[in-house]
């Protein structure tokens, strides 16, 4: 039997909302359909292989990298192989700190490694644990789900009075969120930002009503004189625009400078694309920002669907619908604004409507499973899978592929 694995990844960003780090996960599910989770040392070597296979880059960029570490782990060499820059050695919470393993840890922390101390939560017995490695330790990530809330902030005093940095994790909602800022936190994990959420209600920018403008005009095939026209009343987008048909990917011999030619020579389907991308990538200020956590998770989930639309029989035909669902489905956590109204906004066909709303028809079962994927929800993914008719194998490279296509779109 050919177990197929690959790696997930959680966001962890500062009291801005802006990405710091990721944590890389183990994830498996076995072609049979049951899930697999194997033993924590064996998880954490396919984590470290499956990323060198997808390309490290392309799945943190240049941010830092949270890599779980056991006991084995500590003590084996194979630590030596992680970039001292990059990866952020986490001590699990069941290791126990004897000797030996304090000694490890401070061999690594000699050679550099920043080291976190995973799942901390604030009673005698966890403080005692800390306080073994207090001061070989950089990090200390707190619970929030098993430390009461009445603890948070006593849990974030020890930290600090310590001189390491505080780590919320398991932050579930905007409430936890400005509660630990509030009491000091340096960084934040949870699912409130790995679905994500939107952190604070924002003014909708002036780019933002132009680029959805323009989308609707896109969608609505009016013609090119009429969407030109629009694009004149925002330099920026045009300017982004003439920049991404003028790049190398294009390979053209001689550079544009119309518009109503980068137009026709994007197509009016690519562009549509790229207004949708754009929706993702606007800050308040109008900026372009193509590195945040959301757009590069609407990147992985609309790429992940697309290319798993493409090996489906059902769904061949409809690759372009499968990229557009997915980016529809998390516009939501942009605007915060429920999807229901977002759908009317757009008047899409109901096939898009019902898959993004109740998960119907084929492309409803491909965001199914993509989102099963993303919230780690193994028992849903296999089935989700096998009902697709694809293998295992496939669904872990439509994956991988998906990590490369968010990284390439980075900046654009």
């Not at 084996?76 to 970039?83: A, E, G």
């Not at 977002?342 to 499973?369: M, P, Q, W, Y």
Request: with cysteine; net charge negative.
């Amino acid at each position: 039997m050919i177990e197929s694995t690959y790696v997930a990844r959680q966001p962890i960003l500062n009291g801005k909302g802006e990405l710091w780090a990721y944590e890389l996960l183990f994830r498996s599910c076995d072609p049979q359909g049951s899930a697999n989770i194997v033993d924590a040392t064996s998880a954490t070597a396919q984590v470290l292989h499956n990323s060198t296979q997808i390309g490290v880059k392309n799945i943190i960029g240049n941010n830092k990298a949270f890599f779980n570490c056991n006991r084995d782990i500590l003590l084996d060499d194979v630590v030596q192989i992680l970039d001292r820059d990059v990866f952020v050695l986490e001590i699990l919470e069941d290791v126990e700190l004897d000797d030996v393993v304090v000694a490890a840890v401070k061999k690594l922390k000699e050679q550099n490694f920043i080291i976190a101390l995973d799942d901390f939560v604030w009673d005698k017995e966890n403080v005692d644990r800390a306080n073994k490695v207090i001061d070989l330790i950089d990090i200390i990530k707190v619970d929030l789900m098993l430390t009461p809330r009445e603890f948070w902030q006593k849990a974030a005093q020890y930290i600090k009075k310590n001189g390491k940095i505080a780590l919320a994790e398991k932050v579930e909602t905007a409430e936890c969120f400005n509660e630990c800022k509030k009491y000091g936190y340096d960084y934040f994990q949870g699912y409130f930002f790995a679905k994500p959420q939107v952190l604070q209600t924002q003014k909708i920018s002036t780019t933002t009503i132009t680029t959805m403008s323009l989308l609707d005009k896109v969608r609505s095939e009016k013609p090119t004189k009429e969407i030109e026209a629009e694009f004149k009343q925002s330099p920026e987008l045009s300017l982004n625009l003439l920049k991404l048909i003028n790049s190398s990917a294009f390979g053209l011999r001689n550079p544009i400078s119309s518009l109503s030619h980068a137009i026709a020579m994007y197509g009016i389907k690519n562009l549509e694309r790229w207004l949708m991308l754009l929706l993702y990538a606007q800050r308040e200020s109008g900026g372009m920002k193509t590195d945040s956590p959301i757009f590069e998770h609407v990147i992985m989930r609309a790429s992940a669907m697309e290319n798993i639309a493409k090996l489906c029989p059902k769904s061949k035909n409809s690759t372009e619908k499968a990229f557009l669902v997915g980016l529809v489905s998390l516009m939501d956590t942009l605007f915060g604004v429920a999807i229901e109204e977002i759908l009317k906004e757009f008047n899409f066909d109901e096939e898009i409507n019902s898959a993004v709303l109740r998960h119907e028809g084929i492309l409803g079962l491909i965001l199914k499973t993509v989102s099963a994927y993303e919230s780690d929800n193994p028992e849903v993914l296999k089935n989700s899978i096998s009902e697709l008719g694809i293998t295992t194998e496939e669904f872990s490279t439509c994956i991988k592929n998906a990590f490369e296509q968010s990284h390439s779109h980075r900046n654009v």
